[in-house]
């Protein structure tokens, strides 16, 4: 699906019968939101942090440039609400590894076994764990890249603290701090 044979965006200003809430994506890396515009296709919104009223009803999705789409969402809000996703990009490249690991390991694994059986020695059991090794992996790598992940809510997220408020709290207590603990060895006893 093309940007530019998208129509138009739907992020315009809101009129006084739509429902709108403020996006703010939070996010390691460039990304963008897009509107669903049709059965299968989907609409430029805005860049991450994005900061734009859009219409709350319509599915939406974020993605970027060597990142997994999220699934389909809705805008969780009242209208008018400031909303904040924050966003767990998943690499396109780690879900294609584990696709290529999944579909090669098996043949490697069945190399081993063949190896094995015409008594190639100990390269044939190196190949068959490795096939069994590379399908394990490969399957975590597509389970966990699948899709980004994505939480909402209308609640700032939490800001980084200030390094004087990282200060330990023994370090800005008035009570003076217990002696270091002693060890002591009775030697005789009357």
Same mark, same amino acid.
């Given at each position: 699906p093309s940007a530019a044979s998208s129509p138009?965006?739907?992020?315009s200003p809101p009129s006084q019968d739509r429902k709108t809430a403020t996006v703010h994506i939070e996010s390691d890396r460039p990304l963008r939101? !897009?509107?669903?515009?049709?059965?299968?296709?989907?609409?430029?919104?805005? @860049?991450?942090?994005?900061?734009? !009223?859009?219409e709350l009803g319509p599915k939406y999705r974020i993605l970027g440039?060597?990142?997994r789409a999220t699934s @389909?969402?809705?805008? !969780?809000?009242? @209208?008018?609400?400031?909303v904040f996703i924050e966003v767990d990009t998943s690499s396109k490249a780690a879900f294609v590894v584990g696709i290529v690991l999944v579909s090669v390991s098996p043949v490697v694994s069945l190399a081993g076994l063949v190896v094995i059986v015409l008594g190639g020695g100990a390269v044939g059991p190196g190949l068959a764990v490795g096939g069994l090794v590379g399908i394990a992996a490969g399957t975590v790598m597509i389970a966990t890249s699948a899709r980004s992940g994505y939480t909402q809510?209308?609640?700032?997220p939490a800001a980084p603290m200030a390094d004087a408020a990282r200060e330990p709290i023994w370090a800005a207590s008035s009570?003076? @701090?217990?002696p270091p603990p002693t060890l002591e060895l009775p030697i005789f006893r009357f």
């Amino acid at each position: 699906p093309s940007a530019a044979s998208s129509p138009p965006s739907r992020s315009s200003p809101p009129s006084q019968d739509r429902k709108t809430a403020t996006v703010h994506i939070e996010s390691d890396r460039p990304l963008r939101l !897009e509107v669903e515009a049709g059965r299968r296709d989907w609409a430029f919104v805005c @860049p991450s942090p994005c900061d734009k !009223e859009v219409e709350l009803g319509p599915k939406y999705r974020i993605l970027g440039s060597g990142v997994r789409a999220t699934s @389909p969402f809705q805008i !969780e809000a009242q @209208p008018g609400q400031r909303v904040f996703i924050e966003v767990d990009t998943s690499s396109k490249a780690a879900f294609v590894v584990g696709i290529v690991l999944v579909s090669v390991s098996p043949v490697v694994s069945l190399a081993g076994l063949v190896v094995i059986v015409l008594g190639g020695g100990a390269v044939g059991p190196g190949l068959a764990v490795g096939g069994l090794v590379g399908i394990a992996a490969g399957t975590v790598m597509i389970a966990t890249s699948a899709r980004s992940g994505y939480t909402q809510s209308t609640a700032a997220p939490a800001a980084p603290m200030a390094d004087a408020a990282r200060e330990p709290i023994w370090a800005a207590s008035s009570v003076a @701090p217990a002696p270091p603990p002693t060890l002591e060895l009775p030697i005789f006893r009357f």
